[in-house]
């Protein structure tokens, strides 16, 4: 179904709080998850691994609503107690949503520095992605020389960040792709590919020790036949992970669960990698703030195979 046209409004330049900045917003990013944010949208049923239900992200209400959870642009004021921060530096990060405006304001610590060899566009396509395969493969997986690393859906925004971080720590990544996207994620640096579609995971990939599923649903459980003993399935879709903590347990197998939470810390160490061009941004579409609905419609359909990034005024 088509997302109805809605016009944009006129609202005041928001006030930077103590610990916020006043950004200038030149993109913004648009990522599956902001498809929640959709008039009529439903909170996710069910009960997440920790027993409670699946949080809602973003945040659901009632139109009118600004979508847009990666911004990059420009510091236009910094609250009182922000230090790292002044008038004129160029930043990136993810907040609540909100991006797809003239101005907003950020806590401070949700941003980091823009990397001089990233334009806008392609900064505001990166924080989503980097964070979640940040969190996923190195605070939580641990990856590094030598790890053998699952990762689905490698021809999505985060799925082809998470391949060129696992690549950039030294690992060997095997990737499920749709095939007329094998020789794009195979430049990102996958080692082996396979098409979801058609491939029996379980039969020809194993001793698999950290599965990224970015998928959710079925694709869970189907990675868990590759694992080795104590491998790790890590989860990136929180509120439909296919499967229980006890039933990876059950099998001799680790489970966890990550959600891309802002954080400029570490969208600061993978800004040195999108500096030097180890992490790269794939940006798929770029339409103006007018066309959010579009942009929300392309990520939900799934085959946008990069990054929506949404600009003031036409691209």
């Not at 950004?23 to 691994?49: D, E, I, Q, Y």
């Not at 941003?111 to 493969?137: E, F, I, M, N, R």
């Not at 690992?171 to 640096?189: F, S, W």
């Amino acid at each position: 179904m088509s997302t109805p046209h809605r016009r944009s409004q006129e609202r005041p330049r928001p006030v930077p709080a103590a610990d916020e900045v006043l950004l200038r917003v030149l993109a913004a990013g648009v990522v599956p998850a902001g498809r929640a944010a959709r008039p009529g949208a439903a909170p996710p049923k069910g009960k997440s691994p920790n027993g409670q239900p699946p949080k809602a992200e973003p945040p659901y209400g009632e139109p009118p609503f600004t979508p847009g959870l990666d911004v990059s642009g420009v510091v236009a004021a910094a609250g009182a107690d922000v230090t790292r921060f002044g008038p004129g530096d160029e930043v990136f990060g993810r907040i609540d949503d909100g991006g797809c405006a003239g101005h907003v304001t950020v806590p401070a610590g949700r941003l980091a520095p823009k990397p001089a060899t990233l334009d806008h566009v392609h900064a505001a396509g990166a924080p989503t992605a980097a964070l979640t395969a940040w969190q996923a493969l190195i605070d939580v997986g641990r990856v590094g020389p030598g790890t053998r690393v699952l990762i689905h859906a490698a021809d999505g925004g985060a799925g082809d960040m998470a391949v060129q971080l696992a690549r950039a720590e030294g690992a060997y990544v095997v990737a499920t792709a749709r095939a007329d996207r094998h020789g794009l994620v195979r430049d990102l640096g996958a080692d082996e590919l396979l098409d979801p579609a058609t491939a029996d995971l379980a039969a020809v990939v194993h001793d698999i020790d950290v599965a990224l599923d970015l998928v959710g649903g079925a694709d869970g459980p189907r990675a868990l036949g590759t694992l080795r003993p104590n491998g790790l399935l890590v989860c990136a879709v929180p509120g439909d992970p296919g499967l229980a903590p006890e039933d990876v347990e059950a099998r001799g197998m680790r489970f966890a669960v990550v959600r891309a939470e802002p954080s400029g810390e570490r969208l600061a160490k993978a800004a040195g990698l999108l500096a030097d061009g180890r992490l790269r941004v794939h940006v798929a579409a770029v339409l103006p703030f007018t066309e959010a609905a579009k942009a929300r419609e392309l990520c939900e359909a799934g085959g946008a195979g990069g990054a929506v990034v949404l600009v003031p005024g036409r691209p």
